[in-house]
């Protein structure tokens, strides 16, 4: 019953603007914290950034600061990651996740209850 949808992957140049999309439903959004996760072939997945959905407060990882934003519609139970000056190094199969809480952080993956299925983003120089 519980579902999240990644939307929004696709083939990209380096620089050019993409815009992914997590849906959600089955679960109470105002109580969860929506991660951002990636995994490239042959390496571990990794955390890039999360927002929690009580407050909207919002933490990245180093490497995506500046460039990556994200953000929750909570009348859509939507949350969106917005992905500027995507560079190579970010090519990858990205996952949005839940997990119950309120703290401002990202987390491993391991904490997280929920996940989606993922959406590939490839980005080429």
């Known amino acids: 019953e519980v579902q999240l949808v990644e939307s929004g992957g696709g083939l990209v140049q380096a620089g050019e603007s993409l815009r992914l999309s997590c849906a959600t439903s089955g679960f109470s959004f105002a109580d969860y914290v929506i991660g951002w996760f990636r995994q490239a072939p042959g390496k571990e997945r990794e955390g890039i950034s999360s927002i929690v959905n009580r407050h909207g407060h919002t933490y990245y990882r180093d490497s995506v600061k500046g460039r990556f934003t994200v953000s929750s519609d909570n009348a859509k139970n939507t949350v969106s990651l917005q992905m500027n000056d995507p560079k190579p190094e970010d090519t990858g199969v990205y996952y949005c996740?839940?997990?119950?809480?309120?703290?401002?952080?990202?987390?491993?993956?391991?904490?997280?209850?929920?996940w989606g299925q993922g959406t590939q983003v490839t980005v080429s120089s």
């Open positions: 996740a839940a997990r119950w809480g309120y703290s401002d952080y990202i987390g491993a993956s391991y904490e997280y209850d929920y």
